[in-house]
C-alpha cells in the first residue's frame, strides 16, 4: 500500500497483520494462516516460527520486482488448489523466468532467492537480511531496473 497518491514520492508500507502473533509468548505456531498467494510451504508441514514471514516478504518482493505473480503454469494463472499443492510439493521450485528477472539488479535477485528458500533452516533470519543485504544496503541510492513496474 502507498502512503501517499503520488506513486513516485509515496513510501510503500506492509499491511495485513489480522493473523499476527506475539512470538515471545508462542515462539512455535502451527496453525494454518495467511495469503495463499505468499503463504511460506512450512504452513502446510507443521510448526512453523517467525521465518515464514521472510517467505512473504520473498514473494512480496518477487511481485513488485517483476510486476507478476510466481503462481503461473501453461493454462496461466493457477488456481488456489494448484498453488497449495505445489507449496506442499519439496520438490516445487519458484519460477525465475528470464525475461522477466534479466534486467533486475544481482542485489534484488538474491535477496528475492535468499527469501524464497523452501527450508526454513536455510532461510536468513530478519536481522540477518538487514545486516547484510547489499540491495537493502543501497537502499535510497537511485538505482535502475529494480522495480519492474515503476521503471
Not at 9 to 33: C, R, Y
Not at 60 to 77: D, F, I, R, S
Not at 143 to 151: A, V
Request: aromatic share 8%; net charge negative; hydrophobic share 35%.
Amino acid at each position: 500500500m502507498r502512503t501517499t497518491p503520488d506513486e513516485r514520492e509515496s513510501q510503500l508500507v506492509l499491511i495485513d497483520l489480522g493473523v499476527s502473533a506475539n512470538l515471545k509468548v508462542t515462539p512455535i505456531l502451527n496453525e494454518t494462516v495467511g495469503t495463499l498467494t505468499t503463504i511460506a510451504p512450512e504452513l502446510f508441514l507443521g510448526d512453523y516460527d517467525e521465518k515464514c514471514d521472510l517467505w512473504s516478504v520473498g514473494m512480496t518482493l518477487y511481485m513488485c520486482a517483476v510486476c507478476m505473480e510466481p503462481w503461473q503454469n501453461a493454462k496461466g494463472h493457477m488456481s488456489e488448489e494448484e498453488m497449495q499443492a505445489c507449496l506442499e510439493n519439496p520438490e516445487w521450485e519458484v519460477p525465475y523466468d528470464e525475461r522477466r528477472w534479466f534486467r533486475k539488479s544481482p542485489e534484488v535477485t538474491e535477496l528475492v532467492k535468499q527469501l524464497l528458500q523452501r527450508d526454513p533452516n536455510v532461510r536468513p533470519r530478519a536481522r540477518e537480511v538487514l545486516a547484510t543485504n547489499q540491495w537493502i544496503d543501497k537502499t535510497g541510492e537511485e538505482q535502475p531496473g529494480c522495480c519492474g513496474c515503476f521503471g
